[in-house]
């Protein structure tokens, strides 16, 4: 069974940066995708970006475009989320998610696995 642990999330003032980690464990990710979600108070869950496991093959919301940026550890079995020129509007908890396929796709119920999230805060 897959499991997935985020960190890395806190208070930034806007401008800042931030990188996520997820570490997996008890699988092999081969032929996963996984993804970054967040969801803000009283908001639904929104998409991040998405990552073929194994090819790297990138996609990200427009959102987030330009300001982020999604990899993996193959090695360390860890999945990255690069965060840059933070913004309030970002503050939200951040999710990983995996999927047992390796298409990408930005719809949360398509992802089988989440992690419990880590809290990111912007600060105007």
């Known amino acids: 069974q897959v499991h997935l642990e985020e960190s890395g999330g806190g208070l930034v003032q806007a401008g800042g940066s931030l990188r996520l980690s997820c570490a997996v464990s008890?699988?092999?990710?081969?032929?996963?995708?996984m993804a970054w979600f967040r969801q803000a108070p009283g908001k639904e869950r929104e998409f991040v970006a998405a990552?073929?496991?194994?090819?790297?093959?990138?996609f990200y919301a427009d959102s987030m475009k330009g300001r982020s940026t999604i990899s993996r550890d193959n090695a360390q079995n860890t999945l990255y989320l690069q965060m840059n020129t933070l913004k309030p509007e970002d503050t939200a908890v951040y999710y990983c998610?995996?999927?047992?396929?390796?298409?990408?796709?930005?719809?949360?119920?398509?992802?089988?696995?989440w992690g419990q999230g880590t809290q990111v805060t912007v600060s105007a």
């Open positions: 990552i073929r496991w194994m090819a790297g093959i990138t």
């Open positions: 008890g699988h092999t990710l081969d032929p996963y995708s």
């Open positions: 998610a995996a999927r047992r396929s390796p298409w990408l796709t930005s719809m949360a119920e398509h992802f089988d696995l």
